[in-house]
């Protein structure tokens, strides 16, 4: 269920702008009882402008070079000016650290009668060496005497710098490193000793060992614009995947023609990391000794640690064997297995083809051809 509550508009900017009606219900019939929430408040907001007026920055964005002592915050009043009322001014957050590059200030601003404006001083303190530009942040909070917030009621301080020094641009290091099925390199380049202003550099990209368009992508070239107090950039080079065994490649990046600012490392490595996996290498711990005595034909590597070759042979490593021999991963012929020799009328008895059985009923079994 509902109920209204008729509201009537006095047409008056009152002293209290916000007024407050009681809620309640009670004696509650048929059996029913009242709820924890048996009570409210309604609060009925004034529509008029307040003739106290409303307090506001005289702008949202106030500036200071750090070898000033304060920094001047105007704080208007407008839309009225009737009686004495206050406001409260508070510093808070922003870059710049209190006690460093400036003193904390929390303070009530009184407006006397018919006062529209009043200056407050945010004390500034010198820091020096290149520290880049800080801000400040500054609240207008608790208006009293029936006056309101008007905009902005926030603002922001910047501690204006006062060494200026563009910086060195630089490659953050010589040797970039990616793997061939990456989709791009970022090469980043950072602002090193200053980070004043707006400056700027040309970048491009030559082949080494790798190839533009094969490689990497061609026609890779730009600006990097840092804006003040920005000290890192970085571009992208796209990485093609040629899907090849071909071992590492590399080419090479550059910082060339730098407005405003110094040039530290200019040029970098790229190393495009293979992707595609080697043919392999010679495994020096393999036992060869004498091997066969004939040709070997056919090859089985069996995922129970053997290695079985069949071919037209009567002995391996000078230890009679017939055909067929089985030897360990490494090399080594294995003496407790030994088939009988195998021979067929009007043949040779070469084998040319095996396989092993990995499961079933049939499994360490071969089958010869």
């Known amino acids: ?34 709820g924890a929430q048996s009570s409210a ?18 702008q949202a964005a106030y500036s200071v070079v750090e070898t000033n002592t304060i920094a001047s915050i105007v704080v208007n009043r407008s839309g009225g000016s009737i009686n004495d009322v206050t406001v409260d001014f508070a510093t808070s957050g922003g870059t710049a650290a209190p006690g460093t590059n400036y003193l904390s200030l929390v303070q009530t601003l009184t407006f006397t009668n018919g006062q529209t404006s009043t200056n407050v001083f945010v004390p500034i ?16 909070s608790n208006p009293t005497g029936g006056a309101a917030l008007g905009s902005p009621s926030n603002a922001v301080l910047t501690i204006a710098d006062a060494e200026f020094s563009p910086g060195v641009l630089t490659f953050v290091t010589n040797l970039f490193s990616v793997s061939e099925n990456t989709t791009n390199a970022t090469i980043t380049v950072i602002r090193t000793n200053g980070f004043t202003g707006l400056v700027s550099v040309d970048y491009g990209v030559s082949n080494v060992t790798a190839m533009a368009g094969v490689d990497y992508g061609a026609n890779v070239f730009g600006t990097l614009v840092f804006s003040n107090n920005v000290f890192v950039q ?87 064997r017939t055909n067929v021999a089985r030897l360990s ?24 083809a095996l396989g092993v059985y990995v499961s079933g009923t049939n499994v360490g079994k071969v089958v010869i051809g």
Do not use: C, M, W
């Open 329 to 352: 991963v490494g090399g080594v012929l294995d003496t407790a297995y030994s088939p009988d020799a195998i021979t067929r009328a009007g043949t040779n008895a070469t084998v040319r």
């Open 125 to 140: 303190i010198y820091d020096p060496g290149i520290n880049g530009d800080k801000t400040v942040n500054l609240i207008l």
């Open 41 to 58: 408040v309604l609060t009925i907001h004034d529509d008029e402008l307040s003739s106290f007026g409303a307090f506001a920055f005289s």
């Open 234 to 320: 970085s571009f992208t080079v796209p990485i093609i995947d040629n899907l090849t065994q071909e071992g590492n490649r590399l080419f090479e990046v550059r910082l060339f023609n730098a407005t405003n600012a110094a040039l530290g490392l200019t040029n970098a490595t790229v190393r495009i990391v293979d992707n595609e996996a080697p043919a392999g290498a010679i495994d020096a711990t393999f036992v060869t000794g004498a091997g066969a005595n004939g040709d070997v034909f056919a090859l089985d590597l069996n995922t129970n640690g053997f290695i079985y070759i069949g071919g037209d042979f009567t002995a391996f490593n000078n230890v009679g």
């Open 1 to 34: 269920k509902t109920f209204n509550v008729g509201i009537i508009d006095n047409a008056v900017a009152d002293l209290i702008p916000n007024r407050t009606v009681n809620l309640s219900i009670f004696n509650p019939t048929g059996g029913a009882q009242l």
